[in-house]
């Protein structure tokens, strides 16, 4: 067990709520405490996922034989926030898992949603690639058997509405194939950032170009329908699935400033669906920062 303190997350884009919800939670993750850790998910109405592996609503009961189970093996590895957006009620959670926690390094963004301070569902959102295409299949579901819900059936939306409306404009937009008017809604300086394929585009002017080069692809992008919205007024993000395409689930998270423009968005998605000439080929839709 690692003595090592936890990096504090960025919280631009957090309210202090669920901030104090989130910090000693992934202290106990790290500090091996099953207990400790459990007694941030609500008894009754718990689901823990993750949409890569295709682990689904896991309750309450499974989910803490198997923190019982894996938190021994965890070494010095640590779990911990990097940034957080949104409030107690839904959030959108950037999180790192050293390679010691599941034997890669895993970065994720995750969906969770609250209830009177209890975790009530939380899924991860991952790139295999990242973390080891071998080991994640070795953990994955059969394709037969993978899951079409992650715990969403029956929840009550607790998104606040100028996400929700950020949202709606976005995805709109994206169905559209609709390069400039998604392009409208970021802040002049604004970053895209897409954690699958390794890239960051950097203000308007170079997100509009590389949104009317890839807008057609971007698995996120024409064909994707939203899943569930999460997050309030500064922050949260929506995940999305895309049946027609080569990815079928991912998650977006937003950033907005006051006026409530989008001044961070970040994706994550299994790239290792892909195939190196779909990768090559996304990836060269990046603009030269040379360009005008």
Known sequence: MTTK??????TTYATPAVAAILEPYF????GQDVEGLMSFYAKERTSHNDAVI?????????LRDLFAQYMPTFGDGRSYATQVFGDENSAVVFVTNE??????????????????????????????????????????VPATEFPQTFGEDGLPDRAAPRMRETVDALTGAFAAANADRAAALFADDAVLDDFALRIRVRA???????????????PYGSG???????GDGRGGGYEWVNPAGPIP????????????????????????????????????RVPDPREE
């Open 5 to 10: 303190p936890l990096p504090t997350p960025n």
């Open 27 to 30: 202290e106990a993750k790290t």
């Open 54 to 62: 295709g682990w689904a609503n896991l309750s309450w009961e499974v």
């Open 99 to 140: 390679a010691a926690v599941f034997g890669g390094d895993m970065r994720a963004i995750s969906a969770v949603d609250f209830q009177d301070g209890k975790i009530t569902r939380f899924v991860d959102y991952w790139d295999a690639r990242h973390f080891g295409t071998r080991a994640a299949n070795g953990m994955a």
């Open 204 to 218: 308007k002017p170079a997100i509009t170009r590389y949104l009317g080069r890839a807008i057609d692809t971007l």
């Open 224 to 230: 994707a329908t939203v899943r569930r919205v999460l």
């Open 249 to 284: 689930r991912g998650i977006t998270a937003l950033g907005l400033d006051e006026d409530g423009r989008i001044e961070q968005l970040s994706v994550v998605y299994d790239a290792a669906l892909l195939d190196d000439d779909e990768l090559v080929a996304a990836m060269g």
